[in-house]
Each structure stands twice: as structure tokens, then as C-alpha cells.
């Protein structure tokens, strides 16, 4: 008989089996700073669920070891990570007593492990199926929808990260809204200004280097440094500009976050429009010309619809980078999720950073998913156009 | 004139960063209009040259660290045997792009203290990206009548890949190093809010403080090392891409 091996199932299987035999899979603390305890998969979970939990991670890794067919691989995968989740809230709620409100328990290297190798075999699954763009949409409203309906159920109520939640859950979408603003209102006025300065940039040559060294130099400055620097010109500005202030520009808090992603969100606004409008082809602008278009409509007819996927991607960039430099507007009074984890990591309570991290990761990973299926979707109508 | 003048601007930076990190009491002056109520001007919790070269140090560990891997992993997955992987890794480092430097490095302190130790994992992990990214490009657009050659000469994929393959990525290679070079020196301030010890000390001082001459310094000098190491850089490449016949990119 002819066994074939998938070279990847090996790595995933070898690693499955560390993080579910000798990896913690639970930590226990008796309150939220003290050092925790380890508990395996059989010690956390209750008698059934223990076994069951192992017997589902053997099975999948062996689907993964093993050459099988993608459909099976899917269906291991998504079981896997279903369990794990499912399970770990019951892990929760196994190891805390009954009205114990200080106990926490939290999702410890053994379940992160084996959440990373399943979801690298869900991902493997999804590269091989070559997932139309709005598949992966689906993928990604699916995950989201499910995880949202685990968060709405109750399922993870006694774990530690929700609980720290449930004691800030008014300030989280609070603060969850101004990272949003931020990123989201940084990159809309970066639009605003990039777009035309790259489309001059295109046209007036001697306009091109210079504009871009100087957005070039602007991110080499590290981002806690030119969020401060921006503290003194809008102080000024507040103090000095007739309602400048009532607009809610500050020296601290949100103007000089804002002011500080807009600066940054510019080079690859305008370098992709430039790049993007270079690389459209002579003979469409020569047969443009020809039908006697004016400037202006070789710009919105021709130029601009076969550059927009370069500019798209430059946007791509910005919005994924912005929402993770959000969260160092919380240095400088500006909010964001970014006020969760440096708390957390003032206070030493991981489950405190984990509140203010996983949320900007997913909604960066989110963003990055959506722009790249819209990116894909624009350049082949492109190319369906032009063929 | 005007081929010479690059230069000299370049070498004035590199005159006036040296001159700032190794006597910057000289520039007090210039700063002091920036503090308030008598504040110090200049750093005073540690030596400037000392937070320069530890702040280099950083980056060049975590850059070195990550040339290898990235480089050793784009050989890898463009060797048959390692094919399987390719498309997988290509997703794996689009989706490690997205993890926030902040959360990174936060998420990293429970596993490893604070300190040093959570910036170098940071700085590796976001050096890989562009490094991994250029090495794939370099590596899979070879001139495929290069390739066929060395195979007719009758080399081995050993040979090929150290004295065909390898130098001939070259320049891109670089490319990509000094983007992640570039983004590491920015990065590595953010360590400081874990306790690195880089010139990110010297602006989240002046941020908690409220001194501006503070932040200022600690970002001019981050700016003008970043500008001097990418220019370096961008020379060697030109340099390496000028003997391989390619276009760097």
C-alpha cells in the first residue's frame, strides 16, 4: 500500500500533538495578577469533553498528515477550530467555581497553538481552492458571524478577557469607535489630498521628486515622535485660531493622532496614484487624444479607471497600517484601542492587552481581506475590459 | 555642481547627527525655546551616543536575524521540493502584516519579560515581510535563459543556486532589506514602552513630561539615521544591480 504524506500535515500534525499532550491549554489564577497555573486539555474540561476535545485534534491532525482530499482537509479544519473554541469557553466556566468573581482563566500556549496549525491548514485549504474574491468575503463574514454569535451566547463569559470586557464594556466601544474614526477619517483625508496631489504630481514633472521626498521623509520620523511633535503646532493652533477650538482641535488627544495618520496615510496615496497613472498605457491615452477628448475626460474616462487598482492598493496599505498606528494615539491622550493595551501593560494583566490587541488585529486583518477582494475585483474587470 | 551637492548635503547630516549624539550640549541653544519652566533641554537620563548605538544594535540583530530566515525560506519554497509551500506562505506573510506593531510587541512580554527581548521578536517578525517578499520576486523572475544556461553547463542546484540564482537576486534581496531596515528604526522606539532601551526613551520622556525639546531630539535623530541608511543602501544596491546587469527596484 502506498501511503503519501502532505509535507506541510507533517509540520501541523508534529506540532498539534506537542500543543495538545504537553502544552497548557488553560492557565488558572486566583486573581487577575497573580501568576497562573497550567491545566492540560483533561484537566480543564469536564470528564466527556476532555477526551472528546483530544479525539477530534488526533483526527484532524491525522487528515492533515495524511494526503486527502481538499473537501475532507476544510472539514477537519473548521471542525477543529470549532471545538477549540466551543470548548475553551466550557474550560471557562469548568475551572471557575460558582460566584468566584475574582478566579481567572484564560486560553493558555496549548490552545493558541493548536488554534495557529489549524487555522494554517484552514488557510493552506482556502490558497489551494483558489477562493473567488467574494468567497473569501463570505469566508470572512461567516468567521465573523460565528464568532459574534459565541461572544452574544455567553459562551466565553468566564473567560478572563471578557471579563475584563464586561468591567469596561461602555469605554471598549467607546474607544473602539475613536480607533475606527481615526483610521478611517485619516485615510478619507488623505484620499482627499493625495489623489490630486498625485495626479499633479503625474502631469507637472518637476513637482514629482520633490513632493515625494518630503512625504518620504515624513516616515522615517517614528510615529511616537511625531505624534508629540504635533502636540505644540495645534496647542497653538487652539489657542491662537478663533474657533479653531471649538472645532476640537487640542494639543493633546485626538487633532494630533489624526493630524499624524494623515501624514503618514499620504506617500502611499500619492506614489500609488503616480505609479498607477505611469503605468497606463501610451497607446489608450494616444487613442484618447485622437477622439478629441478634452484633458479633464481623459483623466476620469481613460487615466484614472486604469489606474484605480494601483491606487487601491495604495489605500490598502494605509488602512491596514493606519489601524495598527491607532493604537498609539493612546500615548498622547488620543484613545483607541491602543488605551487597553498600554494600560495592560502598566498594570502587568495580559488579559487587559489581549481586549485592546485582538480587536485591532482582527479589524486590520478584516480590512486587509475586504481591500484585497475589491483590489482582485477591479483588476479583472479591468482586464475583461481592455481585452 | 549639481552631482557633487547631494553629497555634500549628506555629509553635512552625517557631521551634524555625530556632532549631536556625542556633544549635545552645543545644540542646547537651539532647543531651549522649545521647554517650559526651566526644564532640561537635553536628555539627561543617559547618554545620547549610548541610546544611538543600542538602538542600531537592535536593529541590526533583528534585521541580521531576519535576512536569514527570510532568505533561507524564499529559497525553500522556489526549490521543487519546497513548491507546496509557496502559495501558503505567500498568504502567511500577507496576514502577518496586518499585527500591529504595539500588539506584537505587548503580546510578546508575558512569554519573554520585558526589555530588549519583545522588540527584537517585533523588529524580526515585521524585518521578514519585505525581506521574504523581495527575495520570492527576485528569486522567481531569473532570466529563464540565465537559468537554462548554468543547467547546460552542467551545475548542480547548489552550484546554481550560490553562484547564478543567488547573486543575481542580489539587488532585490537589498531592496528589500533596506525598507525593513527603514521601518525597524521607526519601529524600535515603539520599545521603549516595554522597556528597550533605544532612543524612544528619550521621546516617550518628553511626552510624559510635556518637553518637547525631548521628542524632538529623540525623533530628528531616528529621521536623519533612517535617511542616511536608506540612502547607504539604496547606493550599494545601485552598485550590486550596475554588476548584475539588472534593473534594481
Redesign the interface.
Known sequence: MNIRFD??GVVIAAIAAYAAFLAPFATFRANRIVPGQARSILEALPATAGPLLLAIVVVAALVALFRTALVLRLAASVVALAALALLVGVAGTFLTSAGNTFARVSPASGFWILIFVFT?LL??VL??LNLSPWARVGVLAAVAAAIGLLLVSGAWNDLSILKEYANRADSFWAEGSKHVTLALGSLLAAVVVGLPLGILCHRVERLRAGVLNVLN?I???????????L??PLGWIAAHVPGAAALGIRGIGTAPAFVALFLYSLLPVVANTVVGLAGVPRAANDAARGMGMTDRQRLFGVEFPLAFPVILTGIRIVL?QN???A??AA??GGGGF?VF??Q??GQ?A?DL??L??VP??AL??A??IIL?AVIEMTATKRRVETA | MKAWLPLLLRLALVVLLVAFVTSPGWFEPLLKP?TENNAPVIYNQGSLLTLTLLHLRTVLIATVAATIVAVALAILVTRPA?A??L??S???V??G???????VL??A??AVGFGEKPTLIALFLYGLLPIFENALTGLTTLPANVVEAARGAGMTGWQRLTKVELPLSAPIILGGIRLSV?IS???A??GS??AAKT??EV??A??LSNN?AF??Q??LI??AL??LI?DGLSAVERYAARRMGREAE
Do not use: C, H, W
Open positions: 509535507k506541510l494554517l488557510a493552506d490558497t489551494r521623509i516616515q522615517t520620523i517614528p510615529s511616537i515622535a511625531l505624534f508629540g511633535l502636540i505644540a491596514v489601524i495598527g498606528l493604537t498609539i500615548l498622547i491602543g493595551v498600554f495592560g501593560v502587568t495580559m492587552v489581549l485592546g490587541a485591532t488585529v486590520a486583518f480590512a486587509a484585497d | 522649545l519546497g507546496e509551500f502559495p501558503l505567500r498568504s502567511l500577507n496576514i502584516q496586518t499585527f500591529p506593531p504595539v500588539a505587548a503580546l512580554v508575558p527603514v528604526l521607526a519601529t522606539t515603539i514602552t516595554v532612543l524612544g521621546i516617550i518628553g511626552l518637547l521628542i524632538l529623540g525623533g531616528v529621521a533612517a535617511v536608506y
